[in-house]
């Protein structure tokens, strides 16, 4: 039995993910999935709750799924791939499967090599001292290296190499394989019969419009998203602003991902917005992208601690599991605690419940982003989920 892991959003689940599912079952694989929990990379909450998207993957043939803490799913690329991987090696996978743009491992691998090299560093200064975006200035400086070029131009590409840099640091061992993303690109607006974009099925279902979603998601989810289930950040603008406007200058410098003197930047825009956007597109700048500020600004409101940047989660908690996945369970060793009942969580000391509060706390949070909001203490009140039960 070979056991291939996945980090995903499923954000939401559509046919496209469903296109990486059905290859790897038809390799004969066990299929592990680590899925972001309700606060999402782009800085944003997820769609729809984490429970519903892990109940989605079930149902679409994943084995197994477990959860990427919210310290890890709503932060850089660089952070979300060490997560993600520090959890699919504590669940004993042998291979691990993405999406990209390029479907070439070779040239992924190529430029995670020049990315590993010693003088990029330097480099990348120089670069960065121009004034352009991290991102520009990294993809400029790996081309004059030796990357292919316009690889670190694509979204999924760039994460895939991120995989493969957090992979070596962990000390994985295992395969990569590179499933080539079908469909229309990242965050597109087209139309694709293969698959459309999750961005374009997230915008239609802000706008009640669950029957465009439909035609592109799996048949085994028809009728399965419901208008209570979608997540709309705006329920939560009032709150994040209130929040904010009480944080000082050190509460900022502490947050992850600070550098280069945002807090100032920060601190002063929350004083003068009146709502999220205004916030925002005050911080945002040709050096600073819109996806990393709306991340600092929810790490602030969310209290995401900085000692959890470029660390691997102390825990693995599990969403759900096919008979499959459940076998995979019994045969491990593990070398972090794994969760599978919420019992098990109030156990956690240290770095570890450090992480389980804040992931509370932003579970919280988010039952406020629900279009019929919820009570407190839904992380412990999750069921784990069986196919059979399904």
């Not at 003088?119 to 292919?148: C, W, Y």
């Not at 670190?152 to 061992?173: C, S």
Request: charged share 25%.
């Amino acid at each position: 039995m070979s056991v291939t892991g996945v980090i995903a959003e499923f954000n939401p689940f559509h046919k496209g993910h469903q296109l990486l599912i059905d290859q790897l079952h038809q390799s004969g694989d066990t299929v592990v999935c680590v899925i972001s929990g309700n606060f999402v990379q782009r800085g944003d909450t997820a769609i729809i709750p984490k429970s519903k998207r892990a109940e989605a993957a079930l149902r679409c043939g994943v084995d197994l799924v477990a959860e990427l803490p919210v310290c890890w799913s709503m932060s850089t690329a660089q952070n979300f791939a060490l997560g993600g991987v520090a959890q699919l090696m504590a669940l004993g996978c042998e291979r691990i499967a993405f999406g990209s743009e390029c479907g070439d491992i070779d040239a992924l691998t190529k430029t995670a090599d020049v990315l590993s090299d010693k003088n990029l560093h330097e480099r990348l200064s120089d670069k960065l001292s121009t004034g352009i975006s991290f991102a520009k200035a990294r993809q400029q400086v790996a081309e004059e290296m030796g990357a292919p070029a316009g690889l670190l131009e694509h979204a999924n590409d760039t994460l895939a190499v991120e995989y493969i840099l957090a992979a070596r640091r962990l000390g994985f061992t295992g395969d990569f394989y590179a499933f080539a993303r079908k469909g229309a690109d990242h965050d597109s607006k087209e139309i694709n019969p293969v698959a459309v974009s999750a961005s374009l099925i997230r915008e239609h279902l802000l706008t009640g419009d669950i029957g465009f979603a439909e035609r592109f998601i799996p048949l085994a989810l028809r009728r399965f998203i419901r208008p209570e289930m979608i997540s709309d950040i705006a329920r939560l603008e009032t709150a994040v602003l209130s929040v904010l406007r009480t944080k000082t200058k050190e509460d900022f410098s502490a947050l992850p991902d600070i550098s280069e003197g945002l807090e100032n930047k920060l601190l002063f825009s929350v004083q003068q917005a009146t709502n999220l956007d205004e916030l925002c597109m005050a911080i945002k700048t040709k050096r600073y992208s819109h996806a990393r500020v709306r991340r600092l600004v929810l790490s602030a409101f969310l209290q995401i601690p900085c000692e959890s940047f470029l660390q691997p989660p102390p825990y693995v908690r599990i969403l759900g599991f096919s008979k499959s996945g459940e076998n995979v369970l019994k045969s491990l060793q593990p070398t972090v605690p794994i969760i599978t009942r919420a019992t098990e969580l109030k156990a956690l000391d240290g770095f570890a419940k450090t992480v389980f509060e804040t992931e509370c706390r932003a579970t919280d949070l988010y039952a406020l982003s629900l279009q019929k909001p919820q009570s407190c203490g839904l992380e412990y009140k999750m069921k784990l989920l069986k196919t059979e039960c399904l």
